[in-house]
């Protein structure tokens, strides 16, 4: 789950209810707790578009371990997926489970979750008019765009250390600035090496066309990944990302990660 996707926003994007943080005062439901909405013909139409755009782009451009998760998962391509089903596959590959969220969560709700190994999900999709560019969180960013890489071993442990950090930030709102970014860069719009050239593990990427194509274009600078240098770094949330950064592996990014949160005491 993410606020903001893609570029180009309309302009009254920014007031956006979906866009607006939703601070929890009750548990949400997990894994089969999850129940399954009434979607419309229209819903499931829309899951299969943009699916099927995503997987014609995707080979050549998506990381292995995102091709495998996917396939590991087994979504269906042709109507929008159950949360309590896709909650259940992801369990059995690495202790992960879904949370069906209403919408956009408070970074402290949602890192808390990340900490217990407990994804917050979507369970609505974009409209028809918004194919391209959604301001807001759904369940195709959510579902197809995370999912499959919490598939991955090191990957998902990962995942679970930035919402641990996250939480080991306490007050300290520069550290916890710091992490974000670290968040966005990586989980979102990261990038990995591979024999064949430049691949997408981000998310942010993954589940949008446009992105799909412009972070490959050779128009993005692609440096190294450096988790200080990255923490550093700002981003714009309403446009194409001009900058990405880049790992050798998935150990790497887990390790240099660690390295830097020892560095900062929320180890």
Known sequence: MTPFMNSTPTPSAADDPRCIPIKLTQPLPVGDACEYPRYTALDHHLWRTLYERQEKLLPGRAADEFLTGLATLDLDSHRVPALADVSARLHRATGWRIARTPGLLDAGDFFG???????????????????DYTPAPDCFHDIFGHTPMIVHPRFADFYQKVGQAALRCGTNFHLFEGLTRIYWFT??????KNPGGPRIYGNGIISSSGETLHSLSGKAQIHPFLPGVVAQQPYDIWHFQERLYIVSSFEELESSFDAWCRKNAIA
């Open 113 to 131: 979750y990340l900490a217990q190994r407990i994804f917050p999900c979507t369970d609505y999709l974009r409209s028809a008019d918004e194919l």
């Open 187 to 192: 989980v979102e719009f990261g990038l990995i």
